[in-house]
């Protein structure tokens, strides 16, 4: 019988690398990644590493300033349809 | 294109309607004849030279612009007797041949949504590695990350960046920037990834440009081992 609650191979765990970060495996699957990455070395590091860029693509937001001359630009139009 | 005419039946399901253009179309309820053949000939296949040109500046492939030409025309013939005499047809044609174009490139991109996407996991795994053997595999941490980052979603196409902007930035759910960008959630899921991948290689690059990667092993953060 399949044990469904092992951990994951390299292979499989690595296929599910963005949807394991961006939280959208089920439970069970993302369990089992989990569980594979307490076991393996590389794959930690890859994850690792994957998730070191996405916070750091996160910290764009905090330039809102750069928007402002948008939002200028949009609020004129807004006002011009009033 | 003027609000009385009508816009010919794709794939879509018999008796439904459609508004690619915002204008409605109405389903043929009869078989075209021999006179509506001879005016078809006369008022919109001499257009076909302008529907071709079109359809090469679409599909920057020859023979995919024929098969796109061919189809425009037929579809169009089928439903010659909703086009109104004395409007302009070539508009009609050029209307026709690019929402066949927009149809088929969508069918597309449905159809290699998973594969992509398990690729772009393996590409940007490889591309840690390379990181990683270049002593950069804090490169993340060590570059001005911001200024380094909206230059390199400068270099990516815009349907790649406006994913990036919506979900790694502003935090959109997958199906949220879908709705928003009116394309499937697989699609924003194989443009997220691709994007992921292109803005790595790009940072990648630059680090490397400005000679992190040339550091001397001090200057290194050595890589954390787990479990041994």
Same mark, same amino acid.
């Given at each position: +019988?399949?044990?469904?609650?092992?951990?994951?191979?390299?292979?499989?765990?690595?296929?599910?690398?963005?949807?394991?970060?961006? @939280?959208?495996?089920?439970?069970?699957?993302?369990?089992?990644? !989990?569980?594979?990455?307490?076991?393996?070395?590389?794959?930690?590091?890859?994850?690792?590493?994957?998730?070191?860029?996405?916070?750091?693509?996160?910290?764009?937001?905090?330039?809102?300033? !750069?928007?402002?001359?948008?939002?200028?630009?949009?609020?004129?139009?807004?006002?011009?349809?009033? | +294109?003027?609000?009385?005419?009508?816009?010919? #039946?794709?794939?879509?399901?018999?008796?439904?309607?459609?508004?690619?253009?915002?204008?409605?179309?109405? +389903?043929?309820?009869? #078989?075209?004849?021999?006179?509506?053949?001879?005016?078809?000939?006369?008022?919109?296949?001499?257009?076909?030279?302008?529907?071709?040109?079109?359809?090469?500046?679409?599909?920057?492939?020859?023979?995919?612009?024929?098969?796109?030409?061919?189809?425009?025309?037929?579809?169009?013939?089928?439903?010659?007797?909703?086009?109104?005499?004395?409007?302009?047809?070539?508009?009609?044609?050029?209307?026709?041949?690019?929402?066949?174009?927009?149809?088929?490139?969508?069918?597309?991109?449905?159809?290699?949504?998973?594969?992509?996407?398990?690729?772009?996991?393996?590409?940007?795994?490889?591309?840690?590695?390379?990181?990683?053997? !270049?002593?950069?595999?804090? +490169?993340?941490?060590?570059?001005?990350? !911001?200024?380094?980052?909206?230059?390199?979603?400068?270099?990516? #196409?815009?349907?790649?960046?406006?994913?990036?902007?919506?979900?790694?930035?502003?935090?959109?759910?997958?199906?949220?920037?879908?709705?928003?960008?009116?394309?499937? /959630?697989?699609?924003?899921?194989?443009?997220?990834?691709?994007?992921?991948?292109?803005?790595?290689?790009?940072?990648?690059?630059?680090? /490397?440009?400005?000679?992190?990667?040339?550091?001397?092993?001090?200057?290194? /953060? #050595?890589?954390?081992?787990? @479990?041994?």
């Amino acid at each position: +019988m399949n044990d469904t609650t092992a951990a994951y191979d390299c292979g499989h765990a690595v296929h599910l690398l963005w949807d394991y970060l961006d @939280g959208r495996l089920p439970d069970d699957a993302r369990g089992r990644v !989990a569980r594979h990455l307490e076991e393996c070395v590389d794959c930690d590091g890859h994850f690792k590493f994957e998730r070191s860029f996405l916070d750091a693509i996160r910290t764009l937001r905090r330039d809102d300033a !750069a928007f402002a001359s948008l939002r200028g630009r949009v609020l004129g139009a807004l006002r011009g349809e009033s | +294109m003027t609000r009385h005419q009508s816009l010919p #039946p794709d794939d879509s399901p018999r008796g439904s309607s459609f508004d690619d253009s915002g204008i409605a179309y109405a +389903m043929p309820t009869q #078989p075209p004849t021999d006179a509506a053949l001879s005016r078809f000939e006369r008022e919109a296949l001499p257009s076909l030279p302008d529907v071709a040109r079109f359809a090469r500046s679409l599909t920057r492939d020859a023979a995919d612009a024929d098969d796109l030409v061919q189809e425009t025309f037929l579809r169009a013939f089928r439903a010659w007797h909703t086009f109104i005499p004395g409007s302009d047809c070539r508009r009609w044609l050029f209307t026709i041949c690019r929402n066949i174009f927009l149809r088929a490139r969508e069918r597309e991109s449905r159809m290699v949504n998973v594969d992509d996407a398990e690729a772009e996991s393996l590409a940007a795994v490889r591309l840690h590695i390379q990181a990683r053997d !270049a002593g950069l595999n804090d +490169m993340f941490t060590r570059l001005d990350v !911001a200024p380094a980052i909206e230059r390199a979603l400068a270099t990516l #196409p815009e349907s790649f960046r406006e994913v990036v902007r919506l979900v790694d930035v502003e935090g959109f759910a997958y199906e949220e920037a879908a709705e928003a960008l009116g394309v499937p /959630v697989g699609t924003v899921r194989s443009r997220l990834y691709r994007a992921r991948r292109l803005l790595q290689a790009e940072l990648l690059k630059y680090a /490397v440009d400005l000679g992190f990667a040339a550091s001397s092993d001090r200057d290194v /953060v #050595p890589q954390k081992e787990h @479990g041994k």
